[in-house]
């Protein structure tokens, strides 16, 4: 039997394209020489542009299509269900710890040394937040890569290859804030690679895991809570924090550019899929 004979792997080394394209991402990040002020500057932007990331993915994809799928009461329902979980549970979520900022060899002023030290430990706990948004996100992508794939080589191609172009400025988006706190380039790398790793995860669970018997209505409506959960860590965490470095002016620009980044990614997913089968 052939490779492509076999849909699920065919699926499956598609769904790898749009992870490894996250890790591409990161490698724009880490390529770059050890944080500095500059990178501060546009981890400025960055931060905002997550923040509309995260926003859009929310209330565009995951909320929206529960609300289309299981109706406006029961999607809010688990929507909101989903905010009230995790609010009460970040009580109980300690802040990441890291490790301590190396001697640089080119001495700096003390001003910029400030600078650099502020809020680390804000900017790391930013990074996680949407690396766990964007491993949500790309968790139902690997379905659909799979579903796509049912349908032809042709759609599920199409469908992967949209999917990792805007998987990069996703993997920029986890890798920066954490190589700026940390000043590892491995864990910078690391957890944006873990963060496209989600979408093969997607395609392994829709393919061998998930139980037949699991109500689509059910399924809809833990995606619509996932999309509370990171509506809620979004403008609870990373939006303070964006107004913080940015200024209230700059970041709210950056969050509309972000959520117009991936509203445009949506749309051009969504004309990418069969008529029958939607993200």
């Given at each position: 039997?052939?490779?492509?004979?076999?849909?699920?792997?065919?699926?499956?080394?598609?769904?790898?394209?749009?992870?490894?394209?996250?890790?591409?991402?990161?490698?724009?990040?880490?390529?770059?020489?050890?944080?500095?002020?500059?990178?501060?500057?546009?981890?400025?932007?960055?931060?905002?542009?997550?923040?509309?990331?995260?926003?859009?993915?929310?209330?565009?994809?995951?909320?929206?299509?529960?609300?289309?799928?299981?109706?406006?009461?029961?999607?809010?329902?688990?929507?909101?269900?989903?905010?009230?979980?995790?609010?009460?549970?970040?009580?109980?979520?300690?802040?990441?710890?890291?490790?301590?900022?190396?001697?640089?060899?080119?001495?700096?002023?003390?001003?910029?040394?400030?600078?650099?030290?502020?809020?680390?430990?804000?900017?790391l706990y930013s990074g996680i937040i949407t690396a766990i948004g964007i491993s949500l996100h790309n968790f139902?992508?690997?379905?659909?890569?799979?579903?796509?794939?049912?349908?032809?080589?042709?759609?599920?191609?199409?469908?992967?290859?949209?999917?990792?172009?805007?998987?990069?400025?996703?993997?920029?988006?986890?890798?920066?804030?954490?190589?700026?706190?940390?000043?590892?380039?491995?864990?910078?790398?690391?957890?944006?690679?873990?963060?496209?790793?989600?979408?093969?995860?997607?395609?392994?669970?829709?393919?061998?895991?998930?139980?037949?018997?699991?109500?689509?209505?059910?399924?809809?409506?833990?995606?619509?809570?996932?999309?509370?959960?990171?509506?809620?860590?979004?403008?609870?965490?990373?939006?303070?924090?964006?107004?913080?470095?940015?200024?209230?002016?700059?970041?709210?620009?950056?969050?509309?550019?972000?959520?117009?980044?991936?509203?445009?990614?949506?749309?051009?997913?969504?004309?990418?899929?069969?008529?029958?089968?939607?993200?």
């Amino acid at each position: 039997m052939g490779f492509t004979d076999s849909p699920v792997l065919v699926a499956l080394a598609l769904s790898l394209l749009g992870g490894v394209s996250t890790s591409i991402g990161a490698l724009f990040v880490v390529m770059n020489e050890t944080p500095n002020l500059k990178m501060l500057g546009l981890l400025q932007v960055t931060t905002g542009f997550a923040a509309g990331l995260m926003l859009s993915i929310s209330f565009f994809d995951l909320a929206h299509n529960a609300i289309n799928s299981i109706g406006f009461l029961k999607g809010n329902l688990w929507f909101f269900a989903g905010v009230l979980f995790f609010a009460i549970i970040a009580n109980f979520i300690p802040e990441p710890t890291i490790a301590p900022i190396k001697d640089s060899k080119k001495k700096t002023d003390d001003g910029g040394k400030d600078m650099m030290k502020k809020h680390r430990r804000q900017v790391l706990y930013s990074g996680i937040i949407t690396a766990i948004g964007i491993s949500l996100h790309n968790f139902p992508e690997g379905m659909a890569v799979f579903l796509g794939s049912m349908k032809g080589l042709r759609v599920g191609l199409n469908l992967a290859l949209a999917i990792a172009l805007h998987n990069v400025p996703e993997g920029v988006a986890v890798a920066l804030p954490v190589y700026f706190a940390t000043q590892s380039k491995w864990q910078a790398f690391k957890l944006a690679s873990l963060s496209g790793l989600a979408e093969p995860l997607g395609v392994i669970i829709v393919a061998y895991l998930f139980p037949s018997s699991v109500s689509p209505e059910i399924l809809e409506g833990l995606l619509g809570a996932v999309g509370g959960v990171m509506a809620f860590l979004t403008l609870h965490e990373m939006l303070p924090l964006a107004f913080d470095y940015a200024g209230q002016k700059q970041a709210v620009k950056a969050v509309f550019f972000g959520m117009a980044f991936m509203s445009a990614s949506l749309y051009f997913l969504e004309i990418s899929l069969p008529a029958d089968l939607s993200l």
